[in-house]
């Protein structure tokens, strides 16, 4: 029990460390994309940085479930990466279909994937909410 807290500790700590690190990446790429463009053009530059911040964070999700599946493959808990990434994807998302299960002394580290999963889910949330009124289209006081 204590080796899986310690490894969901570290896995923890690179998922909130590489999303970080991507959403100043993010940031930096929509503010770029909206200062590049005109004043007429900036209505759709608005709508192009939401759709890269979308599609961005997609990305860094699948990235950050990639590194709980690698390690997971690492340590015995599934025979290849692809049943490794559905079990991670499914556990991340809080999904939990449980058609596959990780080995058996692994599964509080499963159990673990989800909780960080919903925390970095929430904070994408957050974040895509906080940008598009930020940066736009969703201005503060523009709409509704």
């Known amino acids: ?43 759709w530059a608005k709508l192009v940085a939401l759709f890269l911040l979308a599609m961005g964070l997609f990305l860094l999700l699948s990235v950050e479930i990639a590194v709980w599946a690698a390690f997971m493959i690492g340590i015995g808990a599934f025979p290849d990466f692809e049943t490794a990434f559905y079990f991670s994807t499914s556990a991340f998302a809080t999904i939990g279909f449980g058609d596959v299960p990780p080995a ?33 289209p969703f201005e503060r006081d523009m709409h509704f």
Do not use: D, P
């Open 1 to 43: 029990m204590a080796a899986n807290l310690l490894v969901a500790a570290v896995l923890n700590a690179v998922t909130f460390l590489v999303h970080a690190v991507g959403l100043i990446g993010l940031t930096h790429l929509m503010t770029k994309v909206i200062e590049r463009s005109s004043v007429r053009e900036r209505r």
């Open 104 to 136: 058996r002394e692994w599964r509080l580290l499963a159990a673990m994937e989800g909780v960080t999963g919903f925390l970095i889910v929430g904070w994408s949330a957050a974040y895509m909410v906080a940008s598009s009124i930020r940066f736009g």
